[in-house]
């Protein structure tokens, strides 16, 4: 039998995927228990100033990047080129604002249509890494790895290795409004979190994306139509990358050229740590966004308690393979799926 | 952990569940025992990246120097390169009521929201070695870097005798060193030796791709020199590589290829006492350290500083619309290389 607090949150509807739901709700308690060594440690810790303005900000681009890889995840690929496209969306955007003294393109168009434009970019980049695994049947490892370079190449390439400042306010605003003086970034944040949620338990087609990562021969013959489900999982994720992309720039107020590099390690890690299984078909969206959460807790806690500063990779690192063991005790264990590599 | 026969968790997963939660707590725990809290004012450090020697002996110095201050220096925050992080780091630092912060910016302009938040919350900030290019910034600490790449220049060329081709390997143009350094050699060598060729490639201060780029260029060109702009980052991997390809030889020797450096580590000083480096310009480090005490605890008495000569040998300089004192750097030849006010003397 399973403790109180993890049944607490068992769902009815949630009855093929219980083990996943499991495992999603079991970081709540290692939530709690961070939040309470946290609070030990620190006196600032426990403050809506600290929770809000440096744990949830800091973890809003990390965590949109993450739910747009754990839909992916659970249509059973995965894309690696999503950091890159964090990068190169707010790089093309501002590059086609800014006039040529100060880096752009000296094209003058004006930051909605740039906007427009960058989202344009990153939803055909994530059609082509939809259309490699699908119609050529290409491994989503090596064609997104492949594309992570290619697109990082390409924002290097048009930036010239420099940082583009001095932004229209249309780009600052995603980092410096404070709708009912809370940063926008945790409204966006929270607002994807619940709307793909939503989407991803209740509508057709978020059924349909489980289905295709659980089994997609079967869902093939259920009459899914894959390859165009495909495709739009990774154009969604592509887009929500880019939207967490525009929101960095705004953050940092400049968009550097080596802007997302290395982030989707955390991002996997976020993602498993959150019940999303590697496998296809299993975790949630509200799991993931624990995930993310407790690492932005302990990322925080590690900066607040004076821990020696050479020493706070290797504690992150250590922190992060303790939740995903306890995650396993916890839960179910990952279901093998030889549906693909 | 065996699973049990059902797949559910039997009795005893749960107790070693309970272990893990009991664990993970202790491990974060049993890494805060050296917060000694006393009551001089706390100051905060916000560091880029800490995985190099050059940096870790400018955090190390400027957090001793402080210390020694009479003041309290927070553990350095680090961002891992990280510019979003950083910005996180300062505001969290700032959440930790610090006095003043102390910060090398991972990027001159990426920097501006964190100095934003800093003034906003009435912190005075200071940057060391890489300057913040917006904000309300207390005073930058730099040296000279243009004038290092100058000075640089300036050995490399009469060292190789005003003919041949140089490979320059230059740090990123989007932070302060990088763009200074290069601009100063390039124009010095524009001027003074036009009779030398440049191949310029971008190292990212980063080693593995220095040897990268300069294994390519030395493989497939004639090269008569060599500009490093950070030896703490590329001396090693480039001594490795031109040791493989028999050109690592000391002045004098057939072989050798003229070589200069900028920031002056303990190898890179005991490349140019073998011979193997003809110059090196020394960072200021020492300077570094010692002023970032100075300008703290000035910021805390409210001292305000103009433009012009200051009490310590250097300029204080408009740079970016704030103030930046430019502490002079050294250049270092076989004639001076035992001073012991180099930092790569001193690190030893």
Known sequence: MTSTILQAGTRP????????????????????????????????????????????????????????????????????????????????????????????????????????????????????????????????????????????????????????????????????????????????????????????????????????????????????????????????????????????????????????????????????????????????????????????????????????????????????????????????????????? | MSPSPTGRPTARPRLRRLAVLVALPLALAGCSATGADNSAPMVGFSAAVLDNPFTSANVNGVVAAVDESGLTMLPPTNAEGDSGQQITDVSTLISQNVKAIVAIPRDSDAIIPAVEAANAAGVPFITVDTAANGGNVYMNIRADNVAMGKAACEQLGAAAGGTGTVLQLFGPVSTTPGIDRKTGFEQCMAAEFPGMEIISKDTGWDAAKTVDQAQTVLNTTEIDAIFLASDSVMLPGIQTLLQGLNRWAPQGEAGHITTVAIDGSAPALDAVRAGYLDADVSQPLNLYAKYSAYYVQAALKGTTFQVGPSDHDSQIVEYEGNLADMLPSTVVTKKNVDDETLWGNAAK
């Open chain 1, 13 to 341: 509807r949630a009855i093929r995927m219980s083990p996943a739901v499991r495992r999603e709700l079991a970081l709540v308690p290692v939530i709690i228990a961070a939040l309470i060594v946290g609070t030990i440690l620190s006196p600032t810790f426990l403050t809506a100033n600290n929770l809000l303005n440096n744990v949830l900000v800091n973890s809003s681009v990390l965590g949109i990047v993450v739910v747009a890889e754990s839909v992916i995840l659970i249509s059973g690929y995965f894309d690696l080129s999503l950091e890159s496209i964090v990068g190169l969306a707010p790089m093309v955007a501002v590059w086609l604002v800014l006039p040529s003294s100060l880096g752009g393109s000296g094209l003058g168009i004006p930051s909605w249509l740039a906007i427009v434009a960058c989202f344009a970019v990153s939803a055909i980049i994530g059609a082509i890494n939809g259309l490699l695994v699908t119609k050529l049947k290409l491994n989503a490892f090596i064609v997104t790895l492949a594309m992570l370079t290619l697109l990082r190449g390409v924002t290097t390439g048009i930036s010239g290795g420099q940082t583009l400042s001095r932004l229209p306010a249309e780009f600052l605003f995603l980092g410096s409004a404070r709708p009912f003086g809370i940063s926008i970034q945790i409204w966006i944040f929270v607002v994807v979190v619940i709307v793909v949620a939503a989407f991803m338990q209740n509508h057709p087609i978020g059924r349909k994306v489980y289905a295709l990562g659980g089994n997609q021969a079967a869902a093939a013959s259920a009459g899914i139509k894959t390859t165009k489900l495909t495709i739009a999982v990774f154009v969604f994720g592509a887009l929500l990358s880019a939207l967490a992309g525009l929101m960095l720039t705004g953050r940092i107020a400049s968009v550097t050229s080596d802007q997302g590099n290395g982030l989707i390690f955390t991002v996997f890690a976020a993602a498993v740590i959150g019940g999303i299984s590697l496998n296809g078909g299993q975790g949630t969206i509200f799991g993931a966004f624990c995930g993310v959460l407790l690492l932005g807790i302990i990322q925080n806690i590690l900066t607040l308690s004076r821990v020696p500063s050479y020493w706070i990779a290797a504690i992150y690192g250590l922190v992060i393979l303790c939740a995903l063991i306890f995650n396993y005790l916890a839960g179910a264990r990952p279901r093998r799926n030889t549906q693909r590599a």
